[in-house]
């Protein structure tokens, strides 16, 4: 089994000092659920590079966008969500070009050899009067004058 690495982690100190912000600032955000640093046995705050990469978009939209805590708070639950979409978007592409490479290795072998892969379809009810239709429509065509 590998061994487990530990995540850097940060106390809010040292955070505090790294982004010019007081404590009370890193609290806030955390009761506001804007963070959600892990704790130390002490239930000492620990903050990780993914805290210090959300913390950094919360000063970018508070500092250079004006963004309020409420507004933060909207645009850091869209962004979840959009991700978790991607994410979902990712899989379902996978699992069809899955699909695609499954069906096409299962394609008759000339078939393989054609530019466009060619699917016959099973006749149904339907198809087979369209196909008689089109038959007396082209037999039609072909002897004018009756």
Not at 89 to 100: D, K, V, Y
């Amino acid at each position: 089994m590998p061994e487990k690495r530990a995540k850097a982690a940060y106390m809010i100190s040292a955070v505090a000092r790294q982004y010019n912000i007081h404590p009370q600032t890193l609290r806030l955000y955390e009761r506001e659920g804007l963070l959600k640093p892990s704790r130390s046995k002490g239930n000492t705050r620990l903050y990780t590079d993914e805290d210090l990469e959300r913390l950094e978009l919360i000063l970018k939209l508070t500092r250079e966008l004006g963004v309020n805590l409420a507004g933060v708070e909207i645009i850091l639950n869209m962004r979840e969500k959009m991700l978790e979409m991607q994410r979902q978007m990712e899989e379902f592409i996978r699992s069809l070009n899955e699909e695609l490479a499954e069906r096409i290795r299962q394609w008759p072998k000339e078939s393989k050899s054609s530019l466009i892969p060619v699917i016959t379809l099973p006749p149904t009810p339907a198809r087979n009067l369209n196909l008689e239709t089109e038959k007396r429509r082209r037999s039609a065509v072909a002897q004018p004058g009756n």
